[in-house]
């Protein structure tokens, strides 16, 4: 019996490849709704990161003040990124509102 | 990679020059301490500290990927740490003349730290500037990112 070689592989083997198969309206928003989901989770999530870094701080414990500063300015972004993508999101809603019918 | 990767460089920056600021903290602060170390029932005094940094080694998939040469993140580093913090045995210890002092010899001697203040002056100026070179960078990287949501407004 032959054995084969074993060949070092691609990267973009191990990459997800994108998904060809079409979805129903259905399927898409619902695949939508856990995206925003997931997003706002770690919006949540740096809020907190940065919560517990600052009460961490004030109590004394062992952290440096740069890093309560960047944790801070990390959820701060973050929370931008997403005010900035809620805003698109019922701009668009108002469009398709302001649809003739 | 991540959008923070950048500002999670500067903060392992920030961190290692913080150490060097407090590594310096000590030197200065034993200035004259004759009574670091017991050393075969005999005390020594401080030895300068000083600090070795190197770059930052990855995780294991930051190295598959750089070994399998994809493009992302190949020769983007990830920050510095802190290897060492060491003691300088090179410089000796200055011989003060001062009979009265406790751990002076049969001659009066008394072996100070070889800390040299004036270096140390030197080393916090470049801590500080460092710390705040740094800073810079970190708001330069904020700003960016800030811009960036900007676009369609």
């Given amino acids: 019996m032959a054995i084969e070689s074993v060949s070092l592989f691609n990267p973009s083997q191990i990459n997800p490849v994108s998904t060809t198969s079409k979805l129903s309206p259905s399927e898409a928003q619902a695949d939508f709704g856990d995206f925003l989901k997931t997003a706002i989770q770690s919006v949540n999530e740096s809020q907190k990161a940065s919560d517990v870094a600052t009460e961490k701080l004030i109590n004394g414990g062992n952290i440096e003040l740069h890093d309560v500063m960047i944790a801070s300015q990390k959820s701060s972004i973050s929370l931008n990124a997403t005010l900035e993508i809620r805003n698109k999101v019922v701009e668009a809603y108002q469009e398709i509102m302001r649809m003739q019918v | ?153």
């Fill in chain 2, 1 to 153: 990679m991540s959008i923070f990767h950048g500002m999670n460089t500067t903060a392992s920056a920030l961190t290692a020059q913080r150490l060097r600021m407090d590594v310096i903290s000590s030197n200065m602060a034993n200035v004259d301490t004759t009574r670091a170390k017991l050393v075969d029932g005999e005390w020594q005094a401080y030895r300068r500290k000083s600090v070795t940094l190197k770059p930052l080694d990855g995780n294991f998939s930051n190295f598959l990927n750089v070994a399998m040469g994809s493009s992302d993140n190949r020769s983007v580093g990830n920050g510095v740490k802190v290897s060492d913090v060491k003691e300088d045995t090179e410089t000796p210890f200055k011989l003060v003349y001062d009979p009265t002092h406790i751990d002076a010899d049969e001659d009066g001697y008394v072996e100070m730290p070889n800390v040299d203040p004036l270096k140390e002056m030197v080393d916090l100026i470049s801590a500080t500037r460092s710390y705040e070179a740094n800073v810079t960078v970190f708001n330069a990287n904020k700003a960016m990112l800030s811009k960036a949501l900007e676009i369609g407004k």
